[in-house]
């Protein structure tokens, strides 16, 4: 994606300008700039978008393992990068470029930019739906939760995982060290409650051995940990599972995010939503 991303930003300033000084008219400039002389100041401004883009986790593969999250985190550096050059703008003012080109970079650059991630996450899902890159996966823990694990990874082979076994956990590390190689498995995920402490630590340092990586289901101990509010009732502690919500400012970001999003699916679709009411009043006269 970064290869992609450095194209698609050179891009979308280029369809910017273009859409400024050839579409927007009647907003009329003082003057024209020469297209080379914003072409070629697009290095310097690629780069900075890519580390902008680098600082908000863009291009670490196992931070998002939704899309929606990835299109968030896009948003967001987008709107980030597309502010720091306003204020670059501003503070250097040698550096001109039209504040309306940088304006129509910023949902250019989000329409460009989102499509070509939607691209990659469903031809990733297309390509292990038929068996490309695709990981074996061993589980230890032969209960509920082993084989409710089984049954996603089946249902949905996009998912990109190849369930080889369920085996308990209690199992020694030799015969465990022979099913590694012999099924070649790329991940094992820990899901057995009934597992101690030492026994884990053991398996993962054999995972890390052998190159492979691990994952553990959380009991619920460990998913309630972080919302857990201490009390007392006469000398007596009592546990208060919080409420899982946004708070403060992460609150207004989200919330901030919801409406941006929504606004520029509107902007975005309008022509489309305007192009059926004409079909609709033509093929169907009324109100």
């Not at 694990?149 to 949905?156: F, I, T, Y």
């Not at 009592?238 to 400012?249: A, M, N, P, Q, Y």
């Amino acid at each position: 994606m970064f290869l992609v991303d450095a194209i698609l930003i050179n891009l979308s300033f280029i369809l910017a300008y273009f859409v400024r000084f050839e579409i927007l008219l009647f907003i009329t400039p003082q003057s024209i700039p020469i297209f080379e002389h914003y072409f070629k100041v697009l290095i310097f401004i690629t780069l900075l978008w890519l580390a902008l883009f680098k600082l908000f986790g863009l291009y670490e593969q196992k931070k998002f393992t939704l899309l929606l999250d990835e299109l968030a985190a896009l948003f967001l550096s987008v709107t980030f990068s597309t502010l720091a050059l306003l204020g670059l703008l501003f503070l250097y003012r040698e550096f001109w470029f039209s504040r309306l080109v940088v304006v129509n970079v910023w949902w250019i650059a989000l329409l460009l930019l989102g499509l070509a991630r939607i691209i990659a996450f469903e031809g990733g899902r297309l390509f292990k739906r038929r068996g490309l890159g695709v990981k074996n996966v061993l589980i230890l823990g032969q209960g509920e939760i082993g084989e409710a694990l089984r049954q996603k990874m089946l249902a949905d082979p996009g998912l990109g995982y190849r369930p080889i076994a369920i085996i308990p956990g209690a199992i020694g590390l030799d015969e465990l060290k022979r099913i590694i190689l012999d099924k070649k498995i790329s991940e094992i995920i820990i899901a057995g409650s009934d597992l101690s402490a030492e026994r884990t630590l053991d398996i993962i340092t054999e995972c890390e051995r052998f190159g492979i990586e691990f994952k553990i289901v959380p009991g619920i101990l460990e998913l309630i940990s972080s919302r857990l509010d201490i009390d007392e009732l006469g000398g007596i502690p009592l546990f208060t599972v919080s409420e899982i919500r946004l708070k403060g400012l992460n609150a207004w970001l989200k919330r901030g995010l919801d409406i941006g999003l929504s606004l520029l699916g509107i902007i975005i679709l309008s022509p489309l939503f305007l192009f059926f009411t004409v079909l609709i009043n033509l093929n169907s006269p009324g109100p």
